[in-house]
């Protein structure tokens, strides 16, 4: 049986806070985590298959150029060597997020530095490597106009939003603020490297993959390889981190099956970190306008913001750097407008919140700015700024918990109030200050299935393709039926990551929990319905708690009222017109301290507090540990996270991890989490929003305004990397 | 001399080429020490030899002739988990987990180096006994990277296992 809902309307139900187990929210373990502690969690290329043979993808050096022709009896006389696999059905590119169709092919068309081009296939790992390396390619390279720099080429407009007079607005203002930033480009840098191990039976393929989103992926391989979807499974149980670089298949996925095909053999592909770097999605670099103008008390009456990215040539995604703008601060002029630079670099596309992980810290920049121009303290700027209707749309926030998050975020974080001048603390070499930064990110839900099963010995089991990929998927699912089903965590085991089980959302975009938990939700109203027919009761009746069923004076057992006989429930949820009619998004502050050393520019950071309001906290253990990832995050968007391009020639200099420099152990201070609960009814039918991105959203400008207050450097570029961190210092 | 794996001796590979780390998991069948780089840069891969910590993928298996290699499936297991992995579980020192393992054995063994008076950089007195600050243990940690971003709650799981040391 099916429970479906689309939400048209706000739940204001809250079935969630009446429901008896309290299991829900509660900051339990993660139910896998034994697994993941004790190396015995099982990911992509760990799957054991008799005879699997390894796979290596042969990339090509070239920006622009078409394969004429692959020798491949260069390398199969070497040892091991089984094949070489040059299918016009190889990808090129990564598939973006929720595409469910073939990536570009064929591959043997070069866009980038660095795309793969050709698979070879050998008994070992060390022979198809060696043999990759020796595989000759003949290329017609077509390099000398293919732009390479974003700046250096006319940019497509995307469509503006346009309110009143921004200009106009900017030149009657009390105090104005027109600043510039550069953003440098981002590598999701998940820490499993890509990859797959395909088995193909004659008629079906299976495909054990480090993916987010089984649903799309299965569609983008089945359309990528002509097979039927239905002939398609992806078994993803484990996966080890995404950060949106596997919402997508990838060129190993498709390389591995096509392998798996031609030579009826398990053929397994493991990118390199080279070729993650090289050929997987980057955040696109960004140039960005903000303009605020504001009356003499510091209230907005103007806002622009206007942001240059970059991709390569057909590819619809543009970072989405003014997601947030549109809603965060109020002004009536506004002046809203994306552009997108085509040049020759590999895809640009989602790595963790896209948009406002490089769009909100530098609108928090631009505040921290105008609040010295006005005097005010910059946090009761942002609170004086918080618009009460959308301020593009005049739609009512569904609910927002951002001037909490300031002030309890500050309270916690112990900010001093009142006018700011930077240099104000000195400790020898090193100048001490402060920031703060809002943090916003959109929220979203996408359609999704869970079947949930109460077994007759009472016990639950809840199943879908929905990934972990490290979000605390595993705990969360189960404490949603937990809490529906009345039974502590041990009680429900949670199956995930194969598409053999109904359809979930993916994980991406921080739609996971609320979407995949609504389906839970719903598959559980369902089977609390029936529970209650067999006891002929009313559902509203009915209590769950501790594996008993409770209704007036009377307990009797799950298991007993299932009478030796299992039902179950798919919970269907799909998205409707309650995120339409409201302004839906999680919202947050960020308090940052760091040490700037005066002769060296290093920063810092010292101590960073988050305070974050995301709808329903399904588990606080996870919730906080998803909000550390995400500071932990804005520590290196703001000191260090830069893709360098070669200008000559194209390449990524820095595709690897001591070059792109992610933020390490001693980079990472002590780090608070605020969580302020609320319910957000139109959110999703268990009042949650998301969280896994939220904690990256804006944290960079506190850190940014926090180098100000500290040394005096505004700096508008990032990372603020100590060579610009010094060009801005001021001399006295 | 065989290498011996968590206490079971296993005949090195004929070819020289393969990697520590991919002998463990491609030979010997212990996925549980991670790929993550296959460089040295990320610390994933970490495994102890011989009571020290390495990063497996640096070292060519055939080197290690009657050696003792102990992985993250030697120091505990499901059933019976190492100190220093109930501690990661409670604190919640992990999201994907990928890194998880060599996290947990480079704490392990990290540990033993400051009891044994190795020095790092965040060292002050390079004459004194290095004291167990968190500023020690992120310094010696820092070659095992985690994109999750859970280092805050992996250094609070070291702490609790190294008591009021830390």
Redesign the interface.
């Known amino acids: 049986m099916s429970v479906h809902c689309k939400q048209d309307a706000p739940d204001e139900r809250n079935v969630l806070d009446s429901t008896k187990q309290g299991v829900l929210g509660e900051p339990l373990e993660r139910p896998e985590g034994l697994l993941k502690v004790t190396g015995t969690a099982t990911y992509a290329a760990e799957f054991d298959a008799e005879s699997c043979l390894e796979g290596v993808l042969v990339t090509l050096p070239v920006v622009r150029g078409t394969i004429t022709s692959i020798d491949r009896e260069s390398v199969l006389q070497m040892p091991g060597v089984v094949a070489v696999i040059t299918d016009e059905r190889l990808t090129g590119r990564a598939a973006q997020g929720m595409a469910g169709e073939a990536p570009f092919q064929p591959a043997q068309q070069v866009c980038y530095w660095g795309q793969p081009v050709a698979l070879v296939v050998a008994e070992s790992f060390e022979e198809a490597r060696d043999a990759a390396k020796h595989l000759s390619v003949e290329c017609n390279a077509d390099e000398g106009d293919a732009p390479l720099d974003p700046d250096t080429v006319e940019a497509e407009q995307r469509k503006p939003t346009k309110n009143g007079d921004l200009a106009h607005a900017m030149t009657q203002a009390a105090h104005s603020v027109d600043a510039t930033f550069t953003t440098d480009g981002h590598a999701s840098a998940a820490m499993e490297p890509h990859a797959a191990m395909a088995q193909w039976d004659g008629q079906s393929l299976t495909v054990h993959a480090s993916l987010q989103m089984l649903k799309f992926n299965r569609a983008e391989l089945a359309d990528s390889l002509n097979l039927k979807e239905k002939q398609v499974r992806l078994i993803a149980p484990y996966v080890g981190g995404g950060f949106g670089s596997k919402l997508g298949i990838s060129q190993e996925t498709v390389g591995a099956s096509l392998a798996a095909m031609k030579l009826g053999k398990p053929v397994r592909v493991v990118m390199s970190r080279q070729q993650v770097f090289q050929t997987i999605m980057r955040r696109s670099e960004t140039t960005q306008r903000v303009r605020l103008a504001a009356d003499s008390e510091g209230r907005l009456t103007g806002f622009g913001h206007e942001a240059r990215v970059s991709n390569l040539p057909g590819e619809e995604f543009a970072e989405p750097v003014l997601q947030s703008s549109q809603f965060l601060y109020g002004g009536d002029n506004r002046l809203l407008q994306l552009e997108v630079a085509r040049i020759h670099r590999m895809t640009a596309g989602s790595v963790r919140a896209p948009g406002e992980a490089v769009g909100v810290q530098t609108v928090e920049q631009a505040m921290d700015m105008l609040a010295e121009k006005a005097g005010i303290d910059p946090v009761e700027l942002r609170l004086r700024n918080i618009p009460e209707r959308h301020p593009a749309k005049d739609k009512p926030y569904s609910s927002r918990k951002l001037a909490e998050c300031l002030r309890e975020g500050a309270s916690a974080f112990g900010w001093k109030d009142g006018p700011r001048k930077p240099r104000h603390t000195r400790e020898g070499e090193w100048w001490i200050g402060s920031g703060v930064a809002s943090a916003a990110r959109i929220h979203a839900v996408v359609e999704a299935k869970a079947r949930v099963t109460l077994r007759p010995d009472g016990t639950a089991l809840v199943e879908t393709d929905m990934t972990d990929i490290g979000t605390g998927t595993y705990a969360i699912l189960g404490q949603v039926a937990g809490e529906m089903l009345g039974l502590s965590l041990d009680d429900v085991e949670v199956r995930l990551g194969d598409t053999d089980m109904p359809p979930g959302s993916g994980s991406g975009g921080s739609f996971g929990a609320s979407s995949c938990g609504s389906a839970v939700f719903l598959a559980c109203e369902g089977l609390r319905d029936t529970l209650a027919e067999k006891l002929g009761i009313e559902a509203s009746d009915l209590s769950l708690k501790d594996g008993f069923a409770l209704w007036e004076n009377e307990k009797k057992s799950i298991a007993e009222v299932l009478d030796g006989k299992a039902i179950e429930e798919i919970g269907h949820f799909e998205p409707g017109k309650s995120t339409e009619d409201y302004a839906v998004a999680s919202f947050g502050a960020f308090f940052a301290e760091v040490a700037v050393n005066h002769w060296t520019g290093e920063t810092r950071v010292r101590r960073m507090t988050g305070a974050f309001g995301f709808g329903r906290v399904l588990n606080a253990r996870t919730a906080r540990s998803q909000c550390l990832g995400g500071m932990t995050w804005c520590i290196g968007n703001a000191l260090t996270e830069s893709l360098l391009f070669d200008p000559t020639d194209g390449h990524l200099a820095n595709c690897d991890l001591a070059e792109y420099h992610v933020p390490v152990h001693r980079d990472v201070p002590d780090l608070e989490v605020v969580l302020l609960e609320e319910r957000d009814a139109a959110a999703s039918p268990i009042q949650a929003k998301g969280v896994g991105e939220l904690g990256l959203c804006g944290g960079a400008g506190a850190i940014a305004n926090a180098i100000y207050d500290a040394c005096g450097a505004r700096v508008f570029a990032y990372p603020m990397t100590p060579d610009r961190v010094l060009a801005a210092m001021p001399d006295k | 001399m065989p290498i011996t794996i968590n206490d079971t001796p296993h005949d090195l590979p004929d ?1 020289p ?2 990697s520590l780390l ?1 002998f463990l ?2 030979h010997a ?11 040295g ?2 610390g ?1 891969c970490t495994v102890l030899v011989n009571g020290v910590r390495i990063n497996s993928c640096l070292s060519l298996a055939v080197t290690h002739d009657g050696d003792e290699v102990t ?3 030697g ?4 059933v019976s ?1 190492s100190e220093m ?2 501690a ?3 604190h ?1 020192g ?8 060599g996290q ?1 054995c480079s704490a392990t063994a990290m540990l033993k180096e400051i009891a044994a008076g190795w020095p790092s950089d ?1 060292t002050d007195d390079l004459e004194a006994s290095p004291k167990l600050t ?2 020690e ?3 010696r ?15 609070a799981a070291i702490r609790d296992v190294a008591g009021e040391n830390a």
């Open positions: 070819d080429r393969v991919d998991r491609s069948g212990l996925t549980g020490t991670k790929k993550g780089c296959d460089h840069q990320c994933a992985t993250i499936e120091l505990g297991s499901p988990p992995q109930q990661f579980l409670r919640d992990f999201q994907c987990g990928y890194c998880t393992p947990i965040a968190g500023e243990i992120r310094e940690m820092s070659g095992n990277l985690c994109r999750c971003g859970a280092y805050a709650n992996i250094v």
